[in-house]
């Protein structure tokens, strides 16, 4: 059995007795983000009979994921799309019937900038977050000096490190591709994903498949080379045969809020409680769980623990201390978003690309600009378009929560210098999100497999949520069905 198949009655002594139903289960979920909604929805699933409460401390379901429609623009406000060779955000979505409302990014605007000397120019064709899969636009590119694309074109040549020690990623491309290459290229690119200091980000616990690149090809060009030559071929074989194929990354033609409130949707009448925070929870003599919530206790065979790590562990160290303190030693940063819309001719640059990154040798104060109406034609009205501009992070933290009458000016010039931008914008606005980035540090996954051996000692408990194994919303939602599954026993692979 999978794990998105029912729960079979062999998991429940009660149910093989002859004669006796099985009893009604009582399950808790904490938090209503993504992983949370994944979860309780799973639960349905996969015991429809089961009492579900979701308890959630703020006032909507959902967490970062939140769409604003305000002046003819459509505003994401924390993510706005999800990669589709990760598979579960397009599984669920399709589960849900919204199969029919993904939208694919521009095929006219498939481009990424780097900002260099103040001035935005493209990202080599190939270059794949860390590496090249071609040599000639890594050859004619501006972004990096003679001696840089000679340093970064000879990582065919040396030689890999086989041992299986983690590693940080400034470490990792350094070593493999050059200082200048890792400043002007890699760096940015992953900051704008992770929002993290380089110098302490695991290679193992988010871009692993480049180190296994390396020890398994000798070389991240050859790997890749090699890799790309497969996908042309696979792409070849799947042009003649029919079903929807999908650009990397996906969105939601009403924005990513249409995904909540279909999950939302699907609970139990009065199963989602907004307003109510988890205070206290306990294991119970005969493995169940009470929960505290406003004042009051409730008990629960089980819990998916999907609120976040920080909040996690204060809640779990009573129960186990270890457990609580590793919880505690993911560390977390924050950004914030800043929304600006203009009119299309108030802006002096072409803007035929989905954004631009900017490398920290540049001093900015952002760390990328999303070209929003590029990416998705449908967030603008016509004859304007719309930026999300993200700052703060690893580089930054105190700018999350930057008052702003602040930020938005602060941004709004440093927009204006870089896409040359005229006027005043028709809309802005910013959102903040501080704590809600973990970050992956060195070690990483040795820390949440200890982390994940110890909840496992707890009978009827699971985490989920994006401190452990992916920060993306598939991983997100992969965590949460896990979760789910977990702790209803259902069997088959995770």
């Known amino acids: 059995m999978n794990e998105f198949s029912p729960a079979s009655d062999q998991n429940d002594p009660m149910a093989?007795?002859?004669?006796?139903?099985?009893?009604?289960?009582?399950?808790?979920?904490?938090?209503a983000g993504i992983a949370g909604l994944a979860a309780a929805?799973?639960?349905?699933?996969?015991d429809p009979a089961c009492e579900l409460v979701v308890f959630e401390a703020g006032d909507r379901a959902g967490g970062v994921l939140w769409t604003v429609h305000e002046a003819g623009f459509q505003v994401e406000q924390s993510a706005d799309n999800f990669i589709t060779t990760v598979p579960y955000g397009l599984e669920l979505c399709r589960s849900l019937g919204l199969g029919d409302r993904l939208v694919q990014t521009n095929p006219a605007c498939r481009q990424t900038y780097v900002v260099h000397r103040g001035r935005l120019h493209k990202l080599p064709d190939?270059?794949?977050?860390?590496?090249?899969?071609?040599?000639?636009?890594?050859?004619?590119?501006?972004?990096?000096?003679?001696?840089?694309?000679?340093?970064?074109?000879?990582?065919?040549?040396i030689p890999p490190r086989l041992d299986d020690a983690d590693e940080s990623m400034a470490a990792f491309v350094r070593r493999r591709l050059g200082r200048e290459a890792f400043d002007r290229l890699v760096e940015p690119l992953v900051s704008a994903v992770y929002a993290a200091d380089l110098e302490r980000l695991s290679v193992d616990a988010t871009l692993s498949r480049f180190r296994d690149m390396?020890?398994?090809?000798?070389?991240?060009?050859?790997?890749?080379?090699?890799?790309?030559?497969?996908?042309?071929k696979a792409r070849r074989e799947a042009e003649t045969q029919s079903g929807a194929r999908y650009s990397l990354f996906v969105t939601l033609r009403d924005g990513l809020s249409s995904l909540v409130e279909a999950l939302v949707a699907r609970l139990p009448r009065g199963a989602l409680r907004l307003g109510s925070p988890v205070e206290r929870l306990a294991p119970t003599p005969d493995g169940r769980w009470d929960v505290w919530s406003r004042g009051r206790s409730e008990?629960?065979?089980?819990?998916?623990?999907?609120?976040?790590?920080?909040?996690?562990?204060?809640?779990?160290?009573?129960v186990d201390r270890e457990l609580g303190a590793g919880l505690g030693q993911i560390e977390h940063s924050g950004t914030a978003i800043v929304s600006l819309g203009f009119r299309t001719d108030q802006i002096g640059h072409p803007l035929r690309g989905m954004g631009a990154v900017v490398p920290a040798a540049e001093r900015s104060p952002i760390l990328a600009v999303s070209f929003s109406s590029r990416k998705y034609v449908h967030r603008a009205p016509e004859g304007h378009d719309i930026?999300?501009?993200?700052?703060?992070?690893?580089?930054?933290?105190?700018?999350?929560?930057l008052d702003d009458s602040r930020l938005v000016p602060l941004v709004l010039a440093e927009l204006r210098r870089l896409l040359r931008i005229q006027g005043e914008p028709v809309y802005a606005a910013a959102a903040h999100?501080?704590?809600?980035?973990?970050?992956?540090?060195?070690?990483?996954?040795?820390?949440?497999?200890?982390?994940e051996r110890r909840a496992a000692r707890l009978s009827g408990l699971a985490l989920a949520g994006n401190a452990y194994r992916g920060v993306g919303l598939p991983d997100c939602i992969h965590t949460g069905q896990q979760a789910a599954a977990r702790v209803l026993g259902a069997t088959g692979s995770a």
Do not use: C
């Not at 794949?128 to 065919?156: C, D, F, I, N, V």
């Not at 390396?214 to 042309?232: K, N, W, Y």
């Not at 999300?388 to 999350?400: H, K, N, Q, S, T």
């Not at 999100?433 to 982390?451: C, F, K, L, N, S």
């Open 16 to 31: 093989n007795a002859v004669g006796l139903p099985r009893p009604v289960r009582h399950v808790a979920v904490v938090g």
């Open 41 to 46: 929805h799973r639960v349905t699933q996969l």
């Open 126 to 157: 190939g270059f794949l977050m860390m590496a090249p899969t071609r040599l000639w636009p890594l050859a004619l590119t501006p972004l990096l000096s003679p001696l840089g694309k000679l340093r970064a074109g000879l990582e065919y040549f």
């Open 214 to 232: 390396e020890r398994q090809h000798g070389s991240l060009i050859r790997a890749l080379r090699r890799e790309m030559a497969a996908r042309r």
């Open 299 to 318: 008990r629960f065979d089980a819990v998916v623990m999907a609120a976040p790590a920080h909040v996690a562990g204060p809640l779990l160290t009573p």
């Open 387 to 401: 930026f999300r501009v993200f700052v703060g992070g690893a580089r930054a933290p105190e700018m999350a929560e």
């Open 433 to 451: 999100w501080p704590r809600t980035m973990p970050q992956y540090h060195v070690g990483h996954r040795a820390r949440v497999e200890e982390i």
